[in-house]
């Protein structure tokens, strides 16, 4: 994950030259098909492939993975929904709108808190909870029913739920992320719900949380030039996203939650190291 604070490489794509629909496609279905069985946007795989393969600028970068990570948590959603149903989501309404409500708020902020911290010290600071989640989300795939977790009152919880919510709406804003890595094991401690069930509410609190980003980089821009130019990619990217979302939700019933926790774990260390990385870099 990175910063919009980053320092943009020198080659910026713009647009430019074919937008390899074949490359575009495979990607999006493999970085889809791992948000769809996880519960994420993808952001954090599918940006060093916007980077690498694509050579986009980190800035127009994010901006794209904006929109593909909302298509990917919207389809992940909707293939989850449809295989399980929506009824064991409704106990959780609280904490969908109270994650949601703070992460929209924090979304909000991340203009304003960007401007004023350092990207050097979001760098870290993101790192460090990371790690800490990776913990949470380690002891739940070696002991399910005793990994750690919060025991509050319900104002308790509410009121950690919303700072919570805040917290990664502020991180999914400057990153341009859905957050999702961060919601699940937030999910866990405050809710002590499974991992599975976590993956289904994360992508509901992520939906408006990516509506807003995706507004905020399009004031940012003043237009839709970025993704008018790059229309082909977004709609290949997009349609492997969609065709992989749908394999990740399928194979969710074959997993077993352990091995979630497993990879969600990783993925949180991953993205520790990786920013760690960056920031001494910068």
Same mark, same amino acid.
């Given at each position: 994950?990175?910063?919009?604070?980053?320092?943009?490489?020198?080659?910026?794509?713009?647009?430019?030259?074919?937008?390899?629909?074949?490359?575009?496609?495979?990607?999006?279905? !493999?970085?889809?098909?791992? &948000?769809? $069985? !996880?519960?994420?946007? &993808?952001?954090?795989?599918?940006?060093? $492939?916007?980077?690498? $393969?694509?050579? =986009?600028?980190?800035?127009?970068?994010?901006?794209?993975?904006?929109?593909?990570?909302?298509?990917?948590?919207?389809?992940?959603?909707?293939?989850?929904? &449809?295989?399980?149903?929506?009824?064991?989501?409704?106990?959780?309404?609280?904490? !969908?709108?109270?994650?949601?409500?703070?992460?929209?708020?924090?979304?909000?902020?991340?203009? *304003?808190?960007?401007?004023?911290?350092?990207?050097?010290?979001?760098?870290?600071?993101?790192?460090?909870? $990371?790690?800490?989640?990776?913990?949470?989300? @380690?002891?739940?795939?070696?002991?399910?029913?005793?990994?750690?977790?919060?025991?509050?009152?319900? @104002?308790?919880?509410?009121?950690?739920?919303?700072? @919570?919510?805040?917290? !990664? +709406?502020?991180?999914?804003?400057?990153?341009?992320? @859905? +957050?999702?890595?961060?919601?699940?094991?937030?999910?866990?401690?405050? =809710?002590?719900?499974?991992?599975?069930?976590?993956?289904?509410?994360?992508?509901?609190?992520?939906?408006?949380?990516?509506?807003?980003?995706l507004a905020r980089w399009r004031h940012a821009r003043g237009d839709w030039s970025l993704w008018d130019a790059n229309r082909g990619l977004l709609v290949w990217m997009g349609a492997g996203s969609i065709a992989g979302a749908a394999a990740g939700a399928r194979l969710l019933g074959w997993v077993d939650?352990?091995?979630?926790?497993?990879?969600? *774990?990783?993925?949180?260390? =991953?993205?520790?190291?990786?920013?760690?990385?960056? *920031?001494?870099?910068?």
């Amino acid at each position: 994950m990175r910063s919009p604070d980053s320092p943009a490489p020198a080659t910026t794509h713009g647009g430019a030259g074919r937008p390899r629909p074949a490359l575009a496609f495979v990607a999006g279905a !493999i970085v889809g098909c791992l &948000g769809g $069985l !996880i519960g994420l946007g &993808g952001a954090e795989f599918r940006l060093p $492939l916007l980077v690498a $393969l694509f050579a =986009y600028a980190t800035r127009e970068a994010i901006g794209l993975n904006v929109a593909l990570s909302l298509v990917t948590v919207a389809f992940s959603l909707a293939f989850r929904i &449809g295989g399980s149903g929506a009824d064991a989501l409704w106990p959780h309404a609280a904490a !969908i709108f109270t994650l949601a409500t703070g992460a929209i708020v924090g979304a909000f902020a991340g203009v *304003a808190i960007g401007r004023r911290l350092s990207a050097w010290a979001l760098t870290w600071v993101v790192a460090a909870l $990371l790690v800490m989640l990776a913990i949470v989300m @380690a002891s739940h795939a070696v002991d399910p029913q005793q990994g750690l977790r919060l025991s509050l009152s319900p @104002a308790a919880q509410a009121s950690a739920a919303l700072a @919570a919510g805040v917290a !990664i +709406g502020v991180v999914a804003s400057l990153l341009g992320v @859905a +957050g999702g890595e961060l919601l699940i094991p937030t999910l866990v401690l405050l =809710y002590a719900v499974d991992t599975k069930l976590a993956g289904t509410l994360s992508l509901a609190i992520s939906l408006p949380t990516l509506l807003v980003s995706l507004a905020r980089w399009r004031h940012a821009r003043g237009d839709w030039s970025l993704w008018d130019a790059n229309r082909g990619l977004l709609v290949w990217m997009g349609a492997g996203s969609i065709a992989g979302a749908a394999a990740g939700a399928r194979l969710l019933g074959w997993v077993d939650a352990r091995v979630l926790s497993l990879m969600l *774990a990783a993925l949180l260390v =991953y993205s520790a190291l990786h920013l760690g990385w960056q *920031a001494r870099r910068a």
